[in-house]
């Protein structure tokens, strides 16, 4: 009898495997686009698209599981009476190639979107997604998952984990949707040998002596639990943000958003979600143009402090996965590291 929890996929069954599932489900993967940036894109045609894993996708799974955009709900009225219509049911999507950092991320979006009210929206997307993650043997240059917690493997969350053993991938089930492909599609794996094992845990360690940046999370997370960050810090990292919205956007894990009615005529409308970023100045904006947030000391201190201060209270670890996604996109050089070694440099204390 084989075990399901744990298989060995060959290389070479990799495509044909992802061919089977992509006739059942949406495939989204990372892929090279023609400007050289690598995006997670939806994948039609397997055999002229060229999956890239050797790059740090761009982009996370947010603008799928979160859109930029969407309807919540269209809504009529009739006679006084509004009526709700919910958006229509989501199609089955297999993600493939997700780095720990980026499944970590979601873990956290079904965090938030489920108290303290469940949010259908969201959940009706996830729940049709199989998130097949793969643990990294080398981190990117900017990467500091294993300082948040978030890799560079997982122990759980994810449907399927794959480690690349050279020729061969180690493939983890930690969900039923994950245990249910092994099952289905059985003949492309074979079972675990000891060697097998023993590689990956060698490989696990090397990967964790590759880590080129030393950045104290819970250091600062503990920190900032019992002191004030001193004006001085907010004052020079924020007169260094041009408010260019770019580390929320990329950021896996910033999931502020507002609520608009769109009307499309005297009798119907659209209830639209559209990402927002409490580093945008228009955030706290009120009605009449007064900002009750001084901008100059306050613009990235909420961004920081709910990523660290207030979930690592509440939930035991920060909201920062480590991807190192605002170090690569900050101009100013106002990313989260540096936020870190600021306070951990002595300056709170
Ligand atoms: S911190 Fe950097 S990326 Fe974020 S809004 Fe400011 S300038 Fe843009
Ligand atoms: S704060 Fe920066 S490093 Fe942390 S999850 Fe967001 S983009 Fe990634």
């Excluded at 969407?70 to 009529?76: D, F, G, P, Q, V």
């Excluded at 958006?87 to 979107?113: K, N």
């Excluded at 759980?156 to 991938?169: T, V, W």
């Amino acid at each position: 009898m084989i075990d399901l929890k744990e298989l060995i996929l060959p290389k070479d069954n990799l495509i044909p495997l992802l061919r089977k599932l992509g006739k059942e489900a949406r495939l989204i993967a990372p892929v090279k686009n023609d400007y050289g940036d690598t995006l997670f894109t939806e994948i039609s045609d397997l055999d002229t698209v060229k999956i890239d894993l050797d790059n740090q996708p761009q982009s996370s799974l947010k603008p799928f599981l979160l859109p930029q955009q969407e309807t919540l709900a269209r809504y009529s009225i009739d006679h006084g009476e509004y009526t709700f219509t919910p958006p229509e049911t989501e199609q089955p999507t297999i993600y493939y190639g997700v780095r720990s950092c980026d499944l970590t991320a979601v873990l956290y979006m079904d965090l938030i979107f489920s108290k303290p009210s469940r949010d259908t929206t969201y959940f009706a997307r996830r729940n049709q997604s199989l998130i097949i993650t793969l643990g990294c043997n080398a981190p990117f240059a900017n990467c500091f998952c294993e300082a948040t917690g978030s890799g560079p493997y997982l122990d759980f969350g994810y449907g399927l984990q794959f480690i690349d053993l050279g020729d061969r991938y180690y493939v983890s089930a930690g969900r039923r949707k994950g245990a249910d492909v092994l099952e289905k599609w059985g003949y492309f794996f074979r079972e675990v040998q000891e060697e097998d094992e023993e590689i990956r845990y060698q490989l696990f360690l090397e990967a964790r002596g590759k880590f080129t940046r030393n950045v104290q999370v819970n250091h600062a997370c503990r920190l900032l639990q019992k002191h004030p960050v001193p004006e001085i810090i907010l004052e020079k990292l924020s007169s260094r943000c041009y408010d260019c919205g770019g580390c929320a956007y990329v950021c896996p894990t910033c999931t502020c958003f507002s609520v608009d009615d769109m009307i499309l005529d005297e009798t119907q409308g659209l209830r639209l979600r559209s990402w927002d970023a409490c580093t945008s100045s228009g955030f706290t904006r009120m009605a009449g143009g007064h900002n009750p947030v001084d901008r100059r000391r306050h613009a990235l201190k909420r961004r920081f402090l709910h990523k660290l201060k207030d979930d690592f209270a509440r939930h035991g670890k920060p909201s920062c996965t480590g991807c190192g996604r605002c170090i690569d996109i900050c101009f100013g050089g106002v990313d989260i590291t540096t936020f870190i070694d600021l306070v951990t440099a002595g300056e709170v204390s």
